[in-house]
């Protein structure tokens, strides 16, 4: 399946670290038609990469490749990393180099004079050894690229190598094929100068960058990969306690005791140079939880290499085909929860809500907040919309809180999203942004209707996606809100469609996602507006 960089190499390798029967049991098929259908899409991006120039390209160029990563991870048991510190008891499984030295080394002998140092690998049920990432030098020489080196994917998401291992009835050992295949390029190169660190009087010298490679590691110290220095590359990798979380971070180390915003979102990045000078860059999002997501997901098209109708969805928001959406999100502070804690310990304390206790401080730090998540997905779909969507962004809580309030562009009127890295959709990206600003005590409760019916004003909207992780506090009267209300409210929007399509507009689906708990009235909701239910569990 995918275009191969080097060589392919065969070897009789034994079985390492087996997964139990219940392991076993565990569905393999969750994202397995994204995965082959982005391994295709994948293929065809490559070929643009000589074909275009500036940001466009940068973020055209990854498309494919996050969510094939993204994919991956996603159904994997867990990551395979190496640590500065002493192994832990019950870290042992997780040991990249000490369980699958030799699988490193292929791959550091596939990828040739572009080098390839590990990022994690991932445990896959399927597989005997695990798929393994990692940083080589970019394809024009001048920066750094992510490669993916295993077993080949198929069309429909399996490994090549799956069928071959069931064939061999139990024997230990196998003959194994791995590829080496670019997924990343133009990741940029820390300069000895930037924006938010004094200037380095003792910069090197330029080196080649080969050199470079060769000298830096990527072994993680208290759940994050080093910051990176100059000529280093952009990119600086976090995980959780529990060794299933990827998420890339700001490459830089930021001072803990500045008196600053705690929530400020800062990012890895990319970068498209010529041969003497940087073009443009692009901040670089990716975050992903091994296991985090058992459901199958269609609806991504091998076709559209990117280019096609809609978006296949994530995590929160699945299929997204229509040309006017509109997008409700919950903006409460129950959505501070964290979903993954790092292990450490950092300077300061930050609040949290935990659904059984409500709000508390802690100097623990979390990698990963609900609403951290939900904004990795928005931006990703944000990004990667077709020009002609049309799209409208609204946060709920409570009125007068900091987090109810509406994407000002989109407030009256759907917006089109334009080019890609257009100013409408930064600014639409920056909206989501703004949501985990502030402590979370003062984003607000849960009460979606006032954005609910502003949508269904807008004539031109026909499909709605509306997550919530909690319980409306009120009904729309003000009452408290109870099993009664969940007919009333369907049969209310079920009636303003059928007004909708008296006046000529096109009635509107109510896809809705509910976080963290079963929802019997947002099942309801949808099922009367010809809308689709999820219901995503806590990580």
């Known amino acids: 399946m995918f275009e191969v960089i080097q060589r392919k190499a065969s070897s009789r390798l034994k079985r390492r670290n087996g997964f139990t029967a219940t392991e076993l049991l565990v569905s393999v098929a969750a994202g397995g038609l994204i995965m082959g259908a982005s391994a295709t899409g994948l293929r065809f991006t490559e070929r643009m990469v000589s074909e275009s120039q500036g940001k466009a390209t940068l973020r055209q160029n990854t498309t ?4 094939l990563m993204r994919s991956e991870i996603e159904r994997s048991m867990n990551l395979l990393i190496t640590r500065t510190e002493t192994l832990k008891e019950g870290e042992e499984d997780t040991d990249l180099m000490s369980n699958h030295a030799e699988v490193v080394n292929q791959c550091n002998e596939l990828s040739g004079n572009k080098g390839f140092k590990p990022l994690f690998g991932i445990n896959m049920v399927e597989l ?4 393994v990432y990692g940083v080589s030098l970019s394809s024009n020489g001048r920066g750094y690229a992510i490669l993916r080196c295993g077993v080949s994917l198929n069309m429909d998401g399996t490994y090549s190598d799956s069928q071959n291992s069931q064939q061999n009835n139990g024997d230990e050992e196998y003959q194994s094929e791995k590829f080496v295949s670019q997924i990343l390029d133009d990741i940029g190169t820390i300069p000895c100068k930037v924006s938010d660190l004094a200037e380095d009087k003792n910069c090197p010298q330029t080196r080649n960058l080969n050199t470079v490679l060769n000298e830096i590691d990527f072994h993680f110290k208290e759940g994050k990969t080093p910051a990176r220095t100059n000529q280093e590359p952009a990119l600086r990798i976090q995980t959780d306690l529990n060794t299933k979380l990827v998420k890339f971070i700001d490459p830089y180390e930021l001072d803990d005791n500045k008196d600053n915003d705690p929530y400020q979102i800062s990012a890895s990045y990319l970068e498209k140079t010529s041969r003497t000078k940087s073009q443009t860059t692009q901040e670089l999002y990716f975050a992903a939880f091994a296991r985090a997501d058992k459901r199958v997901r269609f609806g991504y098209n091998a076709t559209n290499s990117g280019e096609g109708q809609g978006y296949s969805g994530g995590a929160f928001f699945q299929n997204i085909t229509s040309s006017n959406v509109r997008f409700i999100l919950d903006g409460s502070g129950s959505m501070s929860a964290c979903v993954a804690w790092s292990g450490e310990i950092g300077n300061t304390k930050r609040r949290f809500y935990d659904p059984q206790t409500g709000y508390y401080k802690t100097k623990r730090i979390c990698s990963f907040t609900r609403m951290e998540a939900l ?8 990004q990667n919309l077709p020009d002609y969507t049309k799209i ?9 809180n900091r987090n109810n309030k509406n994407w000002e562009k989109s407030k009256l009127n759907l917006v089109e999203l334009g080019p890609i890295n257009s100013e409408v959709r930064q600014s639409a990206i920056n909206f989501v942004l703004s949501l985990s600003n502030s402590n979370p005590k ?10 609910l019916d502003q949508a269904f004003a807008d004539g031109n909207t026909d499909t709605i996606y509306f997550l919530s992780d909690g319980k409306p506090n009120f009904d729309p009267n003000n009452n408290s809100w109870n099993v009664d209300d969940y007919e009333k409210i369907a049969k209310t929007y079920e009636d303003l469609n059928a007004t909708r399509v008296t006046n000529n507009n096109d009635s509107i689906a109510i896809n809705s996602t509910s976080l963290g708990l079963e929802s019997e009235w947002m099942q309801i909701l949808s099922s009367r507006t010809s809308g689709e239910y999820i219901k995503i569990d806590d990580i």
Request: charged residues 15%; glycine residues 14%; aromatic residues 12%.
């Open 392 to 400: 409208g962004l609204a946060a709920f809580s409570t009125e007068g």
């Open 442 to 451: 003062y984003w607000g409760g849960t009460m979606p209707w006032s954005s």
């Open 128 to 131: 005997e050894d695990p798929v």
């Open 64 to 67: 494919n490749g996050l969510r």
């Open 375 to 382: 904004q990795n997905e928005m931006i990703d779909i944000i």
